[in-house]
């Protein structure tokens, strides 16, 4: 295998809701990376140029087709990675958030490490030419959110893990591989408990973890929408120009 990732053993102190959301950030991922990560793409689709990520006339493109969508995933990942480095780091993050807050915000940060690293690795694995289809490491810009305040914090918390929600919900019906499709629903399952344990510290004890503006009510299952509703509002938060020309 080219490429490993190194997970932190799990912490048996622990309560029991937090040990449920450790292991599923944990196991759920790491399960599939031997899969994803050493694939040599053996499969029956016909790739062609759109299908591969790269450089087109001078800016990234994500691409189309299993390996578009989990560029695209890689990128959304990129994203929450930074953002909950950048909030576990911050000066006050002692001060600004109870104990409970901290460790669910900290899980959190492993948990979106992990899954950048886990896309990393498997595309580098899996791309015919990493050196030069690899989506190289974004920059990102948060304006004047004050990371040392807790409403804003939590706020954009809620905001990223909605959309990486509906993100990865969109994109399902657009992967080909059923590997890449399960290894997706493993992530998204995470996910969406990362919104919900946000929601929650946001509006304890209340029905908000499955607000109905997240949930079709007429389907009850969470909102999905397109790589081209997603991206304008990831893009808000990255100053690294890439393009998405063959994704929806």
């Known amino acids: 295998m080219k490429n490993e990732v190194k997970i932190h053993e799990v912490d048996p102190s622990l309560n029991n809701r937090r040990s449920f959301l450790k292991l599923s950030g944990l196991t759920l991922v790491t399960a599939g990376l031997v899969l994803a990560g050493c694939s040599d793409n053996d499969n029956d689709e016909e790739m062609d140029d759109t299908s ?15 390996f578009g969508v989990l560029t695209y995933a890689y990128a959304l990942e990129q994203l929450e990675a930074d953002f909950y480095t950048k909030v576990v780091n911050a000066t006050s993050f002692n001060a600004t958030f109870n104990d409970t807050e901290r460790q669910v915000l900290t ?5 979106e490490v992990i899954h950048r690293d886990f896309f990393k690795a498997a595309l580098s694995g899996a791309l015919p030419d990493p050196s030069s289809q690899l989506l190289p490491s974004l920059a990102f810009n948060y304006g004047a959110l004050n990371f040392n305040s807790r409403t804003e914090v939590l706020a954009t ?45 946001i509006n304890p004890n209340s029905k908000d973890f499955a607000g109905d503006d997240v949930i079709n009510t007429s389907t009850g299952l969470d909102v999905a929408q397109d790589p081209s509703k997603i991206l304008p509002i990831a893009g808000g938060f990255i100053t690294t120009k890439f393009t998405a020309k063959y994704l929806p």
């Open 107 to 111: 899980d959190l940060y492993h948990h």
């Open 52 to 66: 591969l990520p790269g450089i087109r006339n001078g800016v990234f493109d994500l691409g189309s087709g299993d």
């Open 157 to 201: 918390a809620k905001a990223l893990e909605d959309t990486g929600v509906a993100a990865y919900n969109g994109a399902g019906k657009l992967i080909k591989s059923p590997d890449y499709l399960v290894l997706a629903g493993k992530i998204v399952s995470v996910e969406a408990r990362h919104a919900s344990a946000i929601r929650s510290l």
